[in-house]
Every structure is written in C-alpha cells, then in structure tokens.
C-alpha cells in the first residue's frame, strides 16, 4: 500500500480522497514531531520508520517495582474478528488508513497486505470500514482513553488458536480451530497463565455467557469459570480477583442465527456486541477496584478485515521458515484500548504488542515466571501506562448499553446478510466435546448478558 512518500500514490490520494488525505498527512507530521524529527521528514520516512521512533521514545519512562506497581486488578475483555483500520483507521493520532486503498491478491502478499477481497472467497464487507460515530461504544472508548495501534493477534490463524494465546502463550501447535480431543482425556495441559497465578496464590476467574473457551483446558478450565452475571456481581461489591478474563455469548442460540451475535462476529448485528462491552467496562469503571484496575478491550483475530500495517515476526518456541509453519508470525492488528486511571487519556500508543504482552504485564505485577519464550520476549504492555501522574479516578461519560443499541442499524456491505454458519466455537457443543466434559449448556439471553436487561431490550428497534 503506497505511502505518501510516493509522489504519485500522494497525488492519487488527494485526488481520490481528499478528507484522508489530510488525515494522513498530518497524523505522520504528528509522528514525527513525536519521534523528535522535523515535520518534513514526514513525507520522506516511511511511516513504519515514523512509528517505530516514536515508540522508543514512548517507552522511556521505567517501570515501578512489582510491589510498587499502583494495579492490583487486571480485567481482560476479548471480542471477534475485526481489524485496527476497519474499526479505528479514522482514529486521530493513530496510524490508519481507510479510503483511497486497493487490493488485489493473498491477504499478506509479502507485506503489501493488499489482498484482503480476493483472498478466501471474501466479500466487499471485508474491505469495508466504519467511520467516527458509526460504533456504538468502542469508538467513544478509544478517544476517551489509551488506543494501541501496534497491537497485533499472537497468530496468524484463527479464533481458538489465538484464544489459546491469550490464556497460555501458545497455541499448543494449533493453527486452525481444531478442539482437543485427547486418546486420555479432553483438553490442552494446562500451562496457562490462571494455572500460573493459582500456584503464586493469586485469585483468578474466567467469565463466560454461554460457551467457554476455558473448557479447552478441560476440568481445570472449567473449575475457574463462572458467570457474566458473577463478574457484575462481583465488580458492584468489589471483590473481582486480581486477574479476570470475559467472553461475550457465541451460541447461534441468541447469535449467529438470528444475526444478532453478542461477540461482534460477522455478519451480526455489531450493536449487540457493542452493547455488552458497554455494559462490562462500565461495570468496572463503576467498581470500587476501578481506581487500581486496569481493563483491556481486545479482539481475538482480524477476521479476513483488510489492515495496512505489515505483521510482525517474533521470537517464540515453535520459529520456523515456512510461513504457515511459523507460530512466530504474529497476524494483523485488532482494536485495544486500556480502561485505567493510570491510561493517558486520549492517547494512543505506538509499541508493537499482543496478547502476550498483557500476559508479560501480569507475570510482571504478581511475580510469575513467564510461560515461556513469546511471553519472555515480548514488550510489557504496562510501559504503555503513565505512573507518574495522578491517577485520573473520574468517569468519562461513554455510551451505556442502551444508548447503543438505540442507534440506527448502519448495515453491511453485501445486504445485511446473515453469518451462514455457527461460530466455530459452537462446534465445542456440537461435537459432544462439551458433553463429555460434563458441562451443562444453557442458552445466552439478555438477562445473562446484561445488568439492566429490560433497558437494552426496551431501547433495541430491530433493523432499525
């Protein structure tokens, strides 16, 4: 993808798309000015060059001690298949792109990253984005507080493989979303970052509307679950653990089906998504535990959405030559922002993260061991937050569930369709892996998914 470094390529811009244009130009004279260059390097240094520099010099303010770090109180909150540019390009400050782009072959391509239309039977919808005021709640979130735009999936693969990341560094050499079946027993070994905190002594919990993706770990997994409505319950009063991860439903039962997912995969109703991030970040805001927590609104994967920004490759335990060999091969960037006191407030940053990064962060505040080498080897999120300054305790005015499910239903490129098949986490259920494991699936509905059920459901107007 051209850069306006390319006369030409500048020139088509400006005339194809003069808003982004100007967007773009100021946001790399911004960068540059950040980096500590003159602006008119800005049009000669590729913005990669721009970027990286301006990291570095973002990451110059060292660390508190463990003991001394201000957060006790880690939430992670994990969506589906969206992509930086398709959700945030338009953000101020952030390298985005949106109008004036092409694309034609694989997906990566080298590095181009222009392939996103062609590549896997993908539709228009994959090159489509949505602009400021289009999303209910995430974009209101990422100008209130601390946005990433170097925050890229662990994997280049699909949903479970870069779940598994999340929870454990690894994706047990899993590229697809295989489930683990086992000739012994059912579930991956359970190296994971709650088995890690359960050994040091520190309280941990997964929260889970319908389907869990902890029961890929099987019993273990399964012992730490509970409710959306526990981790509500529990921010009200306070008592949240120190690290909490939550999941939106999944099942067709309330989703994918009808169009309505709560997970913001594609082709769902987006606000139903939009609705419940709303409804748990300002449970946590609300939470006595706000004012030393600190939330992370994440995706698992980029879904086939087009990103400019190449992927990065880093260290980790399975490197290889072959590309679709390489667990090293991080994929495109997804949407994160931190909810935190400590999160500068309408800032973005510029490091290169993944979800290994979060994981380095709690290794980092409790005292853990990295799992292993990705996490051993990645950049801790926490150098991001400001501990220097006061902690910022006052409450943004951001949407609440109701007021984003109000909103007109913008549609999709390609006819409001409807995604043709279940997620492929609903295959936990469908194959028995679920069964076997004892659990007992009940369907999400809106009381399971919000605080105030009866608000949401009075303020949603179908195909509004």
Request: glycine share 10%; charged share 20%; with cysteine.
């Amino acid at each position: 993808m051209p850069e306006l470094t390319d006369p030409a390529a500048a020139e088509r811009l400006e005339h194809d798309a003069p808003d982004e244009y100007l967007r773009r130009r100021d946001f790399l004279q911004r960068t540059a000015l950040t980096a500590g260059l003159t602006a008119g390097l800005a049009t000669v240094l590729p913005s990669n060059t721009l970027v990286a520099e301006a990291a570095r010099k973002q990451r110059r303010t060292p660390l508190p001690d463990p003991k001394n770090l201000p957060i006790d109180t880690i939430v992670v909150l994990m969506m589906e298949n969206r992509s930086f540019d398709h959700y945030l390009g338009w953000l101020p400050g952030a390298d985005g792109r949106q109008a004036g782009l092409t694309f034609t072959d694989k997906q990566l391509n080298g590095g181009k990253c222009d392939g996103f239309l062609r590549s896997g039977g993908n539709d228009v919808f994959s090159i489509s984005y949505y602009q400021e005021g289009d999303l209910g709640f995430i974009q209101d979130a990422a100008k209130t507080f601390t946005t990433y735009d170097r925050f890229h999936c662990s994997l280049m693969g699909s949903t479970l493989p870069n779940r598994e990341y999340m929870h454990a560094g690894e994706s047990y050499g899993q590229i697809d979303n295989d489930l683990p079946f086992g000739l012994t027993g059912l579930g991956f070994p359970d190296n994971t970052i709650f088995a890690a905190l359960q050994k040091a002594g520190v309280s941990n919990r997964y929260f889970f509307n319908d389907l869990p993706i902890s029961a890929l770990w099987g019993v273990p997994g399964l012992a730490r679950s509970g409710s959306v409505a526990e981790y509500y319950a529990r921010a009200a009063t306070g008592t949240l653990p120190n690290v909490s991860y939550v999941d939106p439903n999944f099942a067709a039962s309330v989703g994918e089906g009808p169009g309505v997912s709560g997970d913001e995969h594609p082709h769902g109703d987006v606000r139903t998504g939009q609705a419940f991030m709303a409804d748990v970040v300002h449970a946590f805001m609300e939470s006595p535990q706000f004012k030393t927590g600190a939330l992370f609104i994440t995706y698992d994967e980029w879904g086939g959405f087009f990103d400019h920004v190449r992927a990065p490759r880093v260290p980790d335990q399975r490197n290889a030559s072959d590309i679709d060999k390489d667990y090293g091969q991080m994929g495109f960037r997804i949407p994160t922002i931190c909810v935190s006191p400590y999160a500068r407030r309408g800032h973005v940053a510029h490091t290169t993260y993944g979800f290994e990064s979060i994981l380095k962060f709690i290794s980092y505040r409790f005292g853990i061991k990295p799992l292993n080498k990705r996490v051993a080897y990645a950049s801790n999120i926490a150098r991001s937050l400001d501990f220097e300054s006061k902690p910022r305790l006052d409450l943004p005015n951001l949407p609440r569930p109701e007021h984003v499910v109000s909103l007109p239903c913008l549609g999709s490129a390609d006819g409001d369709a409807v995604r043709a098949k279940d997620h492929d986490v609903v295959d936990m259920l469908t194959s028995g892996y679920l069964e076997r494991l004892g659990f007992d699936f009940k369907p999400a509905t809106a009381a399971s998914t919000f605080r105030e059920p009866s608000k949401v459901i009075q303020a949603f107007v179908p195909g509004a």
